[in-house]
């Protein structure tokens, strides 16, 4: 099993992933002082917060199976150069006449933190494939089961066809469309079945959200 | 006398014709998915919480609170007959459950978890009357300060309860904050992570997270296994003979009392009621080795834990506004839905609506004693109903009900999207429930927070100076420490093991 493939590993990015994302449109927001914070202040410290700890979750996996060779050719010289790194920019870069976006990063310990992590991790996924395998021991990590994608997209086209259905056609042939799509996702799919519960369903819909509920909505645009 | 009045107040709501009917409601739709595998209560409870939004705020929280005890008694039922729990909170009495079904006791062992069930939830309502008015008041004299650091404990505590690795659930409660904060600034009025879509401008809606994260997540993962089916058992007689009863009633009494404890606890809830209860029911017993054998007591324990920890898990956010797991977050959320902001306040500005849900409750117990047992026919047979009628259904239903939420097909699409992020989430084994919580309490959390620094010109300290948030931060921090220890981290990964096996 290919390490990087590790559901520890492979959440840690998508914390890192929401981080940046937040970090990036959130960029315009004004960040304020803690005595009168701005929009963006709160915004800010918690996706640092995600990059920091993304970043832990994806690192710890990795050093647990680390070998011993690994660990004195690879981490020890990456994790001195990240915690070099820390401090030698934050010193350095106001000597320079830096763009304000990095003079900025520079100055927060915390941002500085999260980019050190950062870098960390992309040294180390370029350099462990080249001086070992990228394959770790059988059982060591918790691999990402392989994704049966008919489930998950049937059921989402499902959802989409409904929602753009339902405004234009009304209820029913929006129902139609995802009662047909969702059943294909599943193992069995037996037409008389499928239409029998296009039937119930129908009836249902119609009599507690229309009836009981009161919901102004069109079975069939234009007819009732 | 005023607790008297206030029961009285409240038993007039709860026995209005309207507030009878959606309790009736929500026990019967509680018992319904409590029997199916394959959908539980906070999925549910997250596909209707549109619907309350047509219904008075007090009958919406009346039946969602029927849902979630419904499904404690219905989760119990499949675990006996079929040795298939329908809940989490049922897995420990499929242990004992189903062996006593096997022996033709049946009928005894659905009868002594519906009477223990109903004793627990008799207990653990009259815990919240006597519970609810001293922490109400002493929450009334919580600062800015001691708010936020109150619900970070809510939120590290709930991070205890997500099975699988902490730093992933701590992950997935900030993860939660953040999405908390897309919409307008209170304090600003500017615009955060909107894209300029003006249905995200009032903030991201919790019903269709809730409906994506649970209910289209829980589709998708049950679609892809193949569900198995068991044929039914014979219920057999209903009573119990003698020595059962004999051997029961201190099991339920224990099993509530610890039931009862673990529920109030931030992060509890009958899942772990039930497990604790049953371990403790071994720990006593002059018969361990009948333990797995069909022991009427590793029935009665659990069973009333959980339904005790039910109840008594609406303390802290009936009180305090802090949701205590995934199903409380919910209720929080419908309670925002209909304009009432959960906290110390509800109980003073909206007495009928508190004392009226608490009896309720104890209403809806006693709907369920007769729901279940002359009913256990019916529920049986719906065993046989084939998820793939099923979740056509759900999803029907969570898509009408986010269109209802404000005539917008957006909210239909977040739907689908949320549905693909939960999905994610389940392969990548994070929680969802711990998202949901920072989701909850992430704005109120902001804006405690701004206040308090305001307040303190700047001063982090502020957390630690007070009193009471000092203590709530200390305790939070032994939480943090303890779960890092070596030895309670391996006994909470085999509880979690347990729990899946």
């Known amino acids: 099993m290919n390490r990087f493939l590790s559901k520890d590993f492979l959440s840690g990015v998508m914390f890192i992933a929401f981080g940046l994302t937040a970090l990036y449109f959130g960029n315009h927001l004004a960040l304020g002082t803690p005595v009168r914070m701005g929009p963006g202040y709160v915004p800010h410290k918690l996706a640092c917060i995600m990059l920091i700890l993304g970043a832990i979750i994806s690192l710890v996996p990795l050093y647990g199976t680390a070998t011993r060779r690994e660990k004195e050719a690879v981490w020890i010289p990456v994790g001195v150069a990240a915690i070099l790194f820390i401090p030698a920019a934050h010193y350095v870069v106001p000597l320079f006449d830096a763009p304000t976006w990095l003079a900025a990063v520079a100055g927060d310990w915390f941002q500085l933190l999260a980019t050190a992590e950062l870098l960390s991790i992309l040294l180390l996924g370029a350099l462990l494939p080249i001086f070992s395998t990228a394959r770790a021991a059988p059982g060591a990590l918790e691999a990402v089961e392989p994704p049966k994608w008919k489930p998950i997209t049937m059921v989402t086209i499902g959802i989409v066809l409904f929602a753009l259905l339902l405004e234009r056609t009304g209820m029913f042939p929006a129902l139609v469309a995802l ?16 239409i029998g519960n296009i039937v119930v369903l129908t009836i249902l819909s119609i009599v507690v959200f229309k009836i009981g509920l009161g919901m102004n909505i069109a079975v069939i645009e234009g007819i009732w | 006398m005023d607790l008297l009045n206030n029961l009285f107040l409240g038993l007039t709501v709860a026995v209005s014709l309207q507030n009878l009917l959606y309790a009736f409601i929500g026990c019967m739709v509680g018992t319904l998915i409590g029997v199916l595998p394959g959908i539980g209560p906070v999925a549910t409870i997250a596909m209707l919480l549109p619907i309350t939004f047509h219904l008075p705020p007090t009958a919406s929280l009346i039946m969602l609170a029927g849902i979630y005890y419904g499904a404690q008694y219905g989760g119990s039922t499949t ?20 062996q006593m079904a096997r022996k033709g006791r049946a009928g005894a062992a659905l009868s002594i978890s519906a009477l223990g069930s109903f004793f627990a939830g008799t207990v653990g309502t009259l815990i919240i009357v006597l519970f609810a008015e001293p922490l109400t008041r002493m929450a009334q004299k919580f600062g800015p300060a001691d708010y936020c650091s109150l619900m970070a404990l809510g939120l590290v505590a709930a991070v205890v309860l997500a099975n699988g690795s902490v730093a992933k659930a701590i992950a997935m409660v900030f993860l939660g904050l953040l999405f908390g904060l897309v919409g307008t600034d209170v304090n600003t009025g500017a615009q955060r992570f909107t894209f300029d879509i003006p249905e995200l401008s009032d903030g991201i809606d919790f019903a269709p997270i809730a409906m994506g994260l649970f209910g289209i997540a829980e589709i998708v993962v049950n679609l892809e296994r193949r569900m198995e089916r068991t044929g039914a058992i014979k ?10 009863i004999r051997r029961s009633i201190p099991a339920v009494i224990r099993g509530t009392a610890l039931g009862a404890v673990l529920g109030v606890l931030p992060g509890g809830g009958p899942t772990l009621g039930a497990f604790s209860a049953y371990t403790l029911e071994k720990k006593v017993s002059k018969h361990p080795e009948e333990f797995g054998k069909g022991a009427v007591e590793g029935v009665a324990a659990p069973e009333s834990a959980n339904n005790a920890a039910a109840q008594t898990s609406f303390i802290p956010m009936l009180t305090l506004g802090i949701p205590s797991n995934a199903v409380m977050a919910l209720m929080v959320g419908a309670m925002i839905i209909q304009g009432i902001q959960p906290g110390p306040e509800v109980m003073t500005k909206k007495p009928d609506l508190f004392w009226g849900m608490i009896v309720s409750m104890w209403v809806g117990n006693l709907m369920l004693v007769i729901i279940n047992l002359p009913m256990i026919g019916m529920w049986v047979k719906l065993l046989t109903l084939p998820y793939r009628f099923l979740a056509p259904a759900i999803l029907l239903f969570c898509a009408i009900g986010a269109y209802s939420l404000q005539n917008s097909t957006f909210h239909v699409l977040q739907v689908a999207m949320f549905g693909v992020l939960g999905y994610i989430f389940v392969r990548l084994g994070c929680e969802g429930a711990p998202f949901l919580l920072g989701l909850v309490l992430g704005p109120q959390m902001e804006e405690y927070f701004r206040r308090a620094m305001l307040l303190s010109r700047g001063d982090p300290m502020v957390f630690l100076q007070r009193p009471i948030s000092l203590g709530l931060l200390i305790t939070t921090a032994l939480l943090l420490i303890l779960m890092a220890l070596p030895s309670i981290k391996k006994a909470r990964e085999e509880a979690f093991q347990e729990e899946e096996s």
């Not at chain 1, 009662?179 to 499928?194: C, D, P, R």
């Not at chain 2, 007689?237 to 003698?242: F, N, Q």
């Open chain 1, 179 to 194: 009662v047909l799509v969702a059943s294909l996702g599943g193992e069995e799919f037996k037409t008389v079945e499928v």
């Open chain 2, 235 to 244: 219920v057999g007689s209903l009573w119990p003979t003698r020595e059962e």
């Open chain 2, 79 to 98: 675990s006996i007959l079929v040795n298939l729990p329908g809940e989490a909170s049922s897995v420990v009495t499929c242990i004992d459950g189903y």
